[in-house]
């Protein structure tokens, strides 16, 4: 989405679906209701799910593209890998909210990646990329 210069704004479970095909599984990206034209520079005005919103949105009222993805993508992989506790970041930022300590290594390392609570700390989404974590071995796979 960004390298096509759009900004979501909502990522969360419920916008997110997986497509079985013959080639494998596919993510498809729904609901663009809050989505924008992605810029340099940061945002004022916040519009999407306030339990997925990065924490400088609260502490300086301004938010950037592509960490508050990437906080949103952790928030996402906080609630797949959990599976017993709904996110949120007020929360999270409050320690009220942990990274589970029974997941794998890896499995935490990308959590703390992406939920780093400063966003100049956090993964930028080629980091993620990158990682053996999201290695594919898929056929027509482009990565």
Same mark, same amino acid.
């Given at each position: 989405?960004?390298?096509?210069?759009? %900004?979501h704004?909502?990522?969360?479970?419920?916008?997110?679906l997986?497509?079985?095909?013959?080639?494998?599984?596919?993510?498809?990206i729904?609901? %663009?209701?809050? +989505?924008?034209?992605?810029?340099? +520079?940061?945002?004022?005005? %916040?519009? +999407?799910?306030?339990?997925?919103?990065?924490?400088?949105?609260? &502490?300086t009222? =301004?938010?950037?593209?592509?960490?508050?993805?990437?906080w949103?993508l952790?928030?996402?992989? %906080?609630?797949?890998?959990?599976? =017993?506790i709904?996110?949120?970041?007020?929360?999270?930022?409050?320690?009220e909210?942990?990274?589970?300590?029974e997941?794998?290594?890896? =499995?935490?390392?990308?959590?703390?990646?992406?939920?780093?609570?400063? =966003?100049?700390k956090?993964?930028t989404?080629?980091?993620?990329w990158?990682?053996p974590?999201?290695?594919? &071995?898929?056929?027509?796979?482009?990565k």
């Amino acid at each position: 989405m960004h390298t096509m210069e759009m %900004f979501h704004r909502d990522l969360k479970l419920e916008n997110i679906l997986i497509q079985t095909t013959s080639d494998g599984p596919r993510v498809r990206i729904i609901d %663009f209701g809050c +989505g924008c034209y992605a810029k340099d +520079g940061p945002y004022h005005s %916040f519009s +999407g799910t306030s339990a997925f919103a990065p924490p400088e949105l609260f &502490s300086t009222y =301004s938010y950037e593209a592509v960490p508050t993805t990437v906080w949103q993508l952790g928030a996402v992989l %906080f609630e797949l890998l959990d599976g =017993s506790i709904e996110f949120d970041t007020k929360a999270f930022i409050r320690s009220e909210v942990e990274i589970n300590d029974e997941l794998s290594q890896e =499995s935490q390392d990308l959590l703390n990646m992406c939920l780093a609570p400063h =966003s100049d700390k956090r993964a930028t989404l080629e980091q993620i990329w990158e990682l053996p974590w999201l290695s594919c &071995s898929c056929v027509n796979c482009d990565k």
